[in-house]
T-cell receptor
Framework: DTEVTQTPKHLVMGMTNKKSLKCEQHMGHRAMYWYKQKAKKPPELMFVYSYEKLSINESVPSRFSPECPNSSLLNLHLHALQPEDSALYLCASSQEVWNYEQYFGPGTRLTVT | GESVGLHLPTLSVQEGDNSIINCAYS??????FIWYKQESGKGPQFIID?????DKRQGQRVTVLLNKTVKHLSLQIAATQPGDSAVYFC??????????????FGQGTILTVHP
């Protein structure tokens, strides 16, 4: 199984809502990542987890809160988002953080109204 | 800040032609480079990588060339097929640095292959 799954595929939320994005992989990878991708732009790294510990936070606003409850799961909790946060949120995993062959999920298309 | 960028934002080719996608990088500390392919509605997919101690690496129908002197990277796709139509991103990192896991992506090139 070389698949990274993400749910939901699409999400529309208001600025006062709280929602969560979920990511799962069963490849035994110990590194997991969240990226944000705006239309016609490259993915931008948000967070890196290694062995379930946060190792990189790219100065992401606190309205985005990552969580890695176990080695297979990665969540992104969203609260009080702004319309400019609308984007495709991609999850990825790799064997280790120093292995850069990252496997990406299909993403969650988020719209903040 | 330092960044990775592409010379051509779009490339249109006929099926069977060879395609060349270019990428310029400015971080001289970068020592590892990757090409990703992103099809519509999907996440990026790893194609091929190259370390800075190499200047060429070949895969199946793809070749990556690295010119460290001019900080230039290219992806060559042989006998391009309609299924190759996608956005191609180069990405770079300092694999020997301390920010393990941090990939910086270039702006992307849209490749369109006409049957």
């Amino acid at each position: 199984d070389t698949e990274v799954t993400q749910t939901p595929k699409h999400l529309v939320m208001g600025m006062t809502n709280k929602k969560s994005l979920k990511c799962e992989q069963h490849m035994g990878h110990r590194a997991m990542y969240w990226y944000k991708q705006k239309a016609k732009k490259p993915p931008e790294l948000m967070f890196v987890y290694s062995y379930e510990k946060l190792s990189i936070n790219e100065s992401v606003p606190s309205r985005f809160s990552p969580e890695c409850p176990n080695s297979s799961l990665l969540n992104l909790h969203l609260h009080a988002l702004q319309p400019e946060d609308s984007a495709l949120y991609l999850c990825a995993s790799s064997q280790e953080v120093w292995n850069y062959e990252q496997y990406f999920g299909p993403g969650t298309r988020l719209t903040v109204t | 800040g330092e960044s990775v960028g592409l010379h051509l934002p779009t490339l249109s080719v006929q099926e069977g032609d060879n395609s060349i996608i270019n990428c310029a990088y400015s971080n001289s500390a970068s020592d590892y480079f990757i090409w990703y392919k992103q099809e519509s509605g999907k996440g990026p997919q790893f194609i091929i990588d190259i370390r800075s101690n190499m200047d060429k690496r070949q895969g199946q129908r793809v070749t990556v060339l690295l010119n460290k002197t001019v900080k230039h990277l290219s992806l060559q796709i042989a006998a391009t097929q309609p299924g190759d139509s996608a956005v191609y991103f180069c990405a770079e990192t300092n694999a020997g640095g301390t920010s393990y896991g941090k990939l910086t992506f270039g702006q992307g090139t849209i490749l369109t292959v006409h049957p």
